[in-house]
């Protein structure tokens, strides 16, 4: 079966440190990945996404995420977070074949950034 | 980017009711879907749509069904509203080619009594 994995509920850390949220999926085969982040009462917003290409994707405020297909992983990092990157954040997949590009997602983690 | 409207931002409706979640998309894409959100689980896909009058379930259609009427509206039904479906809705659209993504709607926290 296709699933997503976010093998962390919360992820606590200080301001300045570097973070890593990790994801991974199953699935055999061909895969578009995504991470969103939602903000307390706020609706989920892109962060970014894989598609092809370069295995390394970027995101405007300082995030990036690497594709690792023999791990099938999608991890997030940021090498120094700041108190506003306190959110949500969720790993979705969209699996290849005839799921009509519908969205699988992770079950979210928890990011809070302490001064 | 598809822009997605969701017409409540708020509900509170009693057990039993008929309840009915709009969501309006402005671009001409084929593809809607309808989650929805609990602490903990993530999001759930509860329907979507690949065309006008086509639909599927997804993981936790029981308790729901939806329309599809026109392209650019996709409309979540609660047949009788439970407790049980107090949650945060989300509809989603999907763009293509160049602009391959989703969208989400703000969400609609529905509460039932």
């Known amino acids: 079966a296709q699933s997503v994995t976010q093998l962390d509920s919360q992820v606590p850390v200080f301001e300045e440190a570097p973070v890593e949220l990790r994801c991974n999926y199953s699935?055999?085969?061909?895969?578009?990945l995504f991470w969103y982040v939602q903000y307390p009462n706020q609706g989920l917003q892109l962060l970014l996404k894989?598609?092809?290409?370069?295995?390394l994707v970027e995101s405007i405020n300082g995030f990036e995420a690497e594709f690792n297909k023999s791990q099938t992983s999608f991890h997030l990092r940021k090498p120094s977070v700041h108190i506003s990157d306190t959110a949500e954040y969720f790993c979705?997949?969209?699996?290849?074949?005839?799921?009509?590009?519908?969205?699988?997602f992770g079950q979210g983690t928890i990011l809070t950034v302490h001064p | 980017d598809v822009k997605v409207t969701q017409s409540s931002r708020y509900l509170v409706k009693r057990t039993g009711e008929k309840v009915f979640l709009e969501c309006v998309q402005d671009?001409?894409?084929?593809?809607m879907f309808w989650y929805r959100q609990d602490p903990g689980l993530g999001l759930r896909l509860i329907y979507f749509?690949?065309?006008?009058?086509?639909?599927e379930k997804g993981d936790i259609p029981e308790g729901y069904s939806v329309s599809r009427e026109k392209k650019e509206r996709f409309s979540l039904i609660l047949e009788s509203a439970s407790t049980n479906q107090t949650s945060m809705y989300l509809c989603?659209?999907?763009?293509?080619?160049?602009?391959?993504?989703?969208?989400f709607g703000s969400g609609t926290r529905l509460t039932v009594v």
């Open positions: 894989y598609l092809s290409g370069s295995t």
């Open positions: 979705a997949v969209s699996f290849g074949g005839t799921s009509y590009g519908k969205l699988t």
């Open positions: 989603a659209g999907k763009g293509g080619g160049l602009n391959y993504g989703y969208t």
């Open positions: 749509s690949y065309d006008v009058k086509m639909k």
């Open positions: 671009m001409d894409h084929e593809n």
């Open positions: 699935s055999s085969v061909s895969v578009y």
